[in-house]
């Protein structure tokens, strides 16, 4: 058993909580179970209210597997803990005291918990041998618990990647349009040279970007930055490149990158070379980008902003030097939606959060519209249960799902593990 299951029973009063007394025999009436606090150091629920034999108590709750607990973990060291108003425990095998010497009124839940929810719990956490704790149940999941849920998660998600994007804004002094570059530049970088294309971008002011209008000059400026052009290449194209890039180093006294683009692996229509020049297309036929994309709510309609593809000699090359069937590289429908996925809503999301006027509705409708992602975790979800996954914004729910909730056991803070917590027997 671990102490999560004590704070799910807690929270939820999912136990027998008209018949608690503390373990001095004092009436218990629990008023408010109070806020659960699962990010700060300190007692497990804030703000409580309850109410011992006549007295109305207003503090923070404590909750262990055993009462000796609180002296193992030292709370009687800690001012944190001086304003615990009750300790909750599974079981009492001591008993505890304030700094007054007074003993801490304690309510004991062993005795309170119906048999079948201790089963319940037992059941869904063997999970020797499982891919997740659920798999056996996941089909039979109620349809609305699991849209309703997935919504949740997929809020939680974008408020992960919001982190990312306040940081971004913050270094911009602001500049949403900067903002949008920078991400755009990650993921037009993939998981490959995300992180590499990303260093580039945030190495690159954007007001120099701002005033470049030849896309051979905005590819010098992108190459050079992510040191694509150090190594000299008998190629023409190459040194035109070359020149126009030391002319922009030496007039904005710009500094590359350190992070290193990689190839290795890659397919050729994944090449940093062939993302950077449809990334230099994009932002030298856009202008204004972030301000467009604010009132485009439609997939069709982003489709028809990104439908941008390489600069000339990227027709015809792959790499430097290496000439190839000329071929059309234009932004993919499969690849803007990586880019709505991962770039534009959770900026989007980002920016109506900053303004207080988050539009839910029109963020799920448009992921709704777009096919979910393809990847093993996907694919094991949709054995699972078969249509689980239909579009991005499942895909994207269960991507957050699995890492966060099933694969480190957090069955009781899942709407699903919960919902199986409160089976009754067949």
């Not at 008023?31 to 659960?36: A, D, R, T, Y």
């Not at 503090?59 to 002296?71: A, Q, R, T, V």
């Not at 991005?392 to 909730?405: D, G, V």
Request: with cysteine; glycine share 2%; aromatic share 12%.
């Amino acid at each position: 058993m671990k102490e999560d299951f004590l704070h799910y029973l807690w929270k939820f009063k999912k136990f027998q909580f008209l018949k608690a007394t503390t373990t001095a025999d004092e009436d218990l009436e629990i008023l408010n179970s109070g806020w659960h606090n699962t990010e700060k150091s300190g007692p497990d629920f804030f703000n409580s209210k309850v109410k011992i034999g006549d007295q109305l108590w207003a503090g923070n709750i404590e909750i262990h597997l055993k009462s000796s607990d609180w002296y193992a973990h030292h709370h009687e060291k800690d001012p944190a803990y001086d304003n615990v108003i009750l300790h909750v425990v599974w079981e009492h095998d001591v008993a505890v005291f304030r700094k007054d010497n007074s003993e801490m009124a304690t309510l004991q839940l062993k005795d309170l918990v119906a048999a079948q929810t201790l089963s319940n719990y037992r059941e869904l956490l063997n999970s020797s041998q499982k891919w997740i704790n659920c798999e056996a149940d996941f089909a039979n999941i109620d349809d609305f618990l699991l849209k309703s849920w997935m919504e949740r998660l997929y809020i939680e998600r974008l408020e992960e990647k919001s982190r990312l994007i306040y940081t971004l804004l913050e270094a911009s002094e602001n500049d949403w349009e900067a903002v949008l570059f920078q991400l755009l530049a990650k993921n037009f970088g993939l998981n490959r040279n995300g992180e590499a294309f990303l260093a580039m971008a945030r190495t690159t002011p954007f007001s120099v970007i701002r005033k470049i209008n030849d896309v051979e000059v905005l590819e010098a400026l992108f190459f050079g930055q992510v040191n694509l052009l150090k190594n000299e290449i008998d190629d023409t194209y190459f040194f035109q490149l070359l020149k126009e890039y030391n002319y922009l180093q030496h007039k904005f006294q710009l500094q590359p990158s350190l992070e290193e683009v990689q190839f290795f692996r890659l397919r050729p229509p994944n090449f940093p070379t062939i993302r950077l020049s449809q990334l230099a297309q994009l932002f030298i036929q856009q202008k204004n980008l972030f301000s467009k994309i604010k009132s485009i709510e439609r997939l069709e309609d982003f489709y028809e902003l990104f439908r941008v593809e390489t600069s000339a000699y990227w027709k015809t090359h792959y790499s430097f030097g290496k000439e190839s069937k000329a071929k059309s590289k234009k932004l993919s429908e499969k690849f803007i939606d990586l880019l709505i996925v991962n770039t534009i809503v959770p900026l989007k999301f980002a920016y109506q959060k900053s303004l207080g006027k988050l539009e839910v509705e029109s963020i799920f409708n448009l992921l709704s519209s777009i096919a979910a992602e393809d990847n093993s975790t996907i694919k094991k979800f949709n054995q699972l249960r078969k249509n689980a996954v239909v579009n991005a914004l499942e895909s994207q729910a269960l991507l957050q799902l699995k890492p966060n909730y099933c694969d480190k056991n957090k069955c009781l803070h899942c709407e699903i593990g919960a919902s199986l917590l409160q089976r009754k027997p067949a």
